[in-house]
């Protein structure tokens, strides 16, 4: 590994750079195809910008004295492609930051800098198109690009410049879980499908719901339990994100751990896979097993709780959107409820998905009864604790057997019910939505409430016509 410091215009002028132990550092800079697109927006330019008209200003005023201003450090791979003459430098980390810089080069008719690093990505291209407009109608500072010093690290194996890149914290867009597994298992399948893998990776987007997701269901378990950090704190988040599908990772194959229905008819047996895909709690090797098991669970998310296109579901999403989500019962109880969701239809299919919604609402929103205050997101994590239903879904053999499982759940009901609460809107729209007899404000909440409500959702799936009962 190789450290230097120099400035941004001696890196994208490419011009020679000694690091220590005077190694020369040379070569034109490149953005491999499998690096996340060029993603920053109005803010992060504005914040950069601000930083260096603050910089500049006062440089001008002292006369160019004083110490350079300091952009982080961006990490290169060095190599030599089969049939050139020359180096490449391949961006690991520092790309947005760079190619901001450029732009600011590119407007203050720097042109030679701002040719010094190029883009492929389509979306990478419409995003600095879209920054150079906005900043065509900024007031730019006079930057002198000699006086915008970074830390350069420089690696000849590709993986000790991913090493480095996992355990920074740069300036820009601040590393999160994902960007941290991504570069760690692309570097572990092999290069010739690094880029297929991280276009893959890239069109899923935000990943944050689904790893939210993942993560309850490998932590939150009565044999080992875990527990997880609240998301006011990105920075232990985010560790225990990157601890979970990075660092205890195996190596081997990609492998789906499935249950397997076995039949004894006549001396012989027929095998029925009994779910497809992967199993939530399953161990994870790196590279290819990784990957794949996240999309598994990202498409699935897609496909049962975002997307409205599958006919077979309409009644499930009817029931989702009147009532898990608008039903005031707390954010932190919606993500558990989606958490037991996925688990729930990685495990069984989505046949009988509206049953099992119903009584998985039942359960995962009694904190909303039991408690006299406000749901808390240590709440919803205790709760888990204390009634393991994420525990029950996954030892279920089949759906029937969750179901008795789940309806045969008791909890204590808070009869308190303040007309202006949260609690009180929560109780009328569960009531409003099964058609049970409405709390009146100023009552107290019946201790026959659960009951009740068991009773309206046998009565509501009972009438369900028979094309939807068969799918529930």
């Excluded at 205790?382 to 996954?394: C, E, G, N, T």
Aim: include cysteine; proline fraction near 3%; charge should be positive.
């Amino acid at each position: 590994m190789v450290v230097a410091s120099t400035s941004v215009a001696q890196l994208l002028g490419l011009e020679p750079i000694l690091g220590n132990g005077d190694t020369l550092i040379e070569g034109r800079l490149n953005i491999p195809e499998y690096q996340r697109p060029y993603r920053w927006r109005t803010k992060h330019l504005k914040h950069l910008l601000n930083d260096l008209e603050e910089y500049f200003s006062q440089t001008l005023h002292e006369n160019a004295s004083g110490h350079d201003f300091y952009l982080g450090s961006v990490i290169l791979h060095q190599t030599r492609m089969p049939g050139r003459r020359k180096d490449q430098l391949n961006v690991i980390d520092g790309q947005q930051r760079l190619i901001s810089m450029a732009l600011f080069a590119y407007l203050l008719g720097e042109r030679r800098l701002a040719n010094g690093i190029s883009l492929s990505s389509p979306e990478s291209q419409a995003r600095a198109h879209k920054n150079l407009e906005w900043l065509k109608q900024q007031s730019l500072p006079a930057i002198d690009f000699s006086r915008v010093n970074i830390t350069l690290v420089v690696t000849r194996r590709e993986d000790d410049a991913y090493r480095f890149f996992e355990t920074q914290n740069t300036g820009g867009v601040r590393l999160d879980g994902a960007a941290i597994l991504k570069a760690h298992h692309l570097r572990m399948v092999p290069r010739d499908e690094q880029d297929t893998y991280a276009r893959r990776w890239e069109s899923w987007g935000e990943l944050s719901h689904v790893l939210d997701a993942v993560m309850k269901s490998r932590h939150w378990q009565t044999l080992h339990w875990r527990h997880l950090s609240s998301h006011r704190l990105p920075v232990p988040v985010r560790e225990e994100i990157v601890s979970e599908f990075a660092e205890r990772t195996g190596r081997g194959e990609d492998i789906a751990y499935r249950t397997v229905n076995i039949s004894h008819s006549l001396g012989q047996q027929i095998q029925h896979m009994a779910s497809q895909g992967y199993a939530m709690r399953q161990p994870i090797n790196g590279g290819a097993n990784a990957i794949h098991y996240l999309d598994y669970f990202q498409q699935l998310r897609n496909s049962v709780l975002l997307s409205r296109n599958d006919s077979s579901l309409v009644s499930f999403h009817r029931f989702y959107d009147s009532l898990v989500i608008k039903a005031n019962g707390s954010e932190f109880l919606r993500r558990l409820f989606d958490c037991a969701v996925l688990l729930y239809v990685s495990q069984f299919g989505h046949r009988q998905l509206l049953e099992a919604g119903y009584w998985l609402f039942r359960v995962v929103f009694a904190p909303r009864l039991i408690n006299e205050k406000a749901v808390r997101e240590s709440s919803a994590q205790s709760f888990v604790k204390d009634h393991p239903m994420l525990d029950w879904i996954a030892a279920s053999y089949t759906h029937e057997v969750l179901m008795e499982t789940l309806k045969n759940f008791k909890y204590p009901i808070a009869n308190r019910l303040d007309a202006n609460s949260v609690k009180y809107k929560f109780v009328r729209t569960v009531q409003a939505y099964f058609s049970m007899s409405p709390v009146e404000p100023g009552d107290a909440l019946s201790d026959t409430f659960d009951d009740e409500l068991k009773g309206a959702i046998r009565c509501q799936l009972k009438a369900l016509p028979m094309s939807q009962a068969a799918i529930r």
